[in-house]
C-alpha cells in the first residue's frame, strides 16, 4: 500500500510560481509512474502531466506545456510540480497519483492517489 501526500498549493497572483510536492510512504514508489492532475469547481478531473519511473521521460497537456515541469525523486519518494507562468484558469485542485503500469494520461491507470492541494490563481 501506498499513500501519497501534496503539499505547496496556495493563492498567487497570475504570472507568479508555486512548486507542488507530492510525498508517497513506502519503498516501492520507483516502481510506479507518477501523474499529476487537476480539477476545478463544476469540472472532471483532468490530466496535468505525468513521468516516467526513472524520470527520464515525461508528458504535459498542452494547456501547461512549456509552463509546468514535472520531476521526481526516487531516493526521497517525492515528486514535484514546478508551476510558472500561472493563469487564473490553472486554479484548481492538484491531484498526484502512481500508476503501476505506464505513465499515461488516463485517470483510470492510476491507482493511488492523494488528498489533492488547492492552488488559487488571481487575476
Known amino acids: 500500500q501506498v499513500q501519497l501526500v501534496e503539499s505547496g498549493g496556495g493563492l498567487v497572483q497570475a504570472g507568479g510560481s508555486l512548486t507542488l510536492s507530492c510525498a508517497a510512504s513506502?519503498?516501492?514508489?520507483?516502481?510506479?509512474?507518477l501523474g499529476w492532475f487537476r480539477q476545478a469547481p463544476g469540472k472532471e478531473r483532468e490530466f496535468v502531466a505525468s513521468?516516467?519511473?526513472?524520470?527520464?521521460?515525461?508528458n504535459y497537456a498542452d494547456s501547461v506545456k512549456d509552463r509546468f515541469t514535472i520531476s521526481r525523486d526516487n531516493a526521497k519518494n517525492t515528486a514535484y510540480l514546478q508551476m510558472n507562468s500561472l493563469k487564473p484558469e490553472d486554479t484548481a485542485v492538484y491531484y498526484c497519483?502512481?500508476?503501476?503500469?505506464?505513465?499515461?494520461?488516463?485517470?483510470?491507470?492510476?491507482?493511488?492517489w492523494g488528498q489533492g492541494t488547492q492552488v488559487t490563481v488571481s487575476s
Open positions: 497519483a502512481l500508476a503501476s503500469t505506464g505513465w499515461g494520461n488516463d485517470l483510470a491507470d492510476y491507482g493511488y
Open positions: 513506502g519503498r516501492t514508489f520507483s516502481r510506479y509512474g
Open positions: 513521468i516516467s519511473r526513472s524520470g527520464g521521460s515525461t
